[in-house]
């Protein structure tokens, strides 16, 4: 998912330039493969540890702003006003107009 996140950015890489602030500096830290062999090695030890509810909520509370600021990434490239409060069904929608790999 990284890479096609990486991907839609660089396709569209005026427009993710003029995202918000918070947006563009989150993506690009999400996509860091620093901080993803990070994330992985923190992760490892935590599962290591038996501490698996550490771990998922982590784990969690990454993806969840992972993919937030990709929603208003995605809005951005559509010209679509998102709703917060119904995010993924939102993401959901806006990945149907335009899904997030291209079928070849």
Not at 52 to 80: M, P, Q, R
Request: net charge negative.
């Amino acid at each position: 998912m990284c890479e096609d996140v990486n991907a839609v950015a660089r396709e569209n890489s005026q427009t993710f330039e003029s995202a918000h602030f918070k947006v563009r500096t989150r993506l690009r830290y999400y996509l860091n493969p620093g901080f993803l062999q990070g994330v992985v090695k923190r992760a490892s030890a935590m599962i290591e540890a038996e501490r698996t509810v550490e771990v998922a909520h982590y784990l969690n509370g990454i993806v969840l702003d992972f993919v937030e600021n990709y929603a208003w990434l995605k809005s951005l490239i559509d010209k679509v006003k998102i709703d917060y409060t119904t995010l993924i069904h939102s993401l959901e929608g806006l990945e149907e107009k335009t899904p997030l790999t291209s079928e070849t």
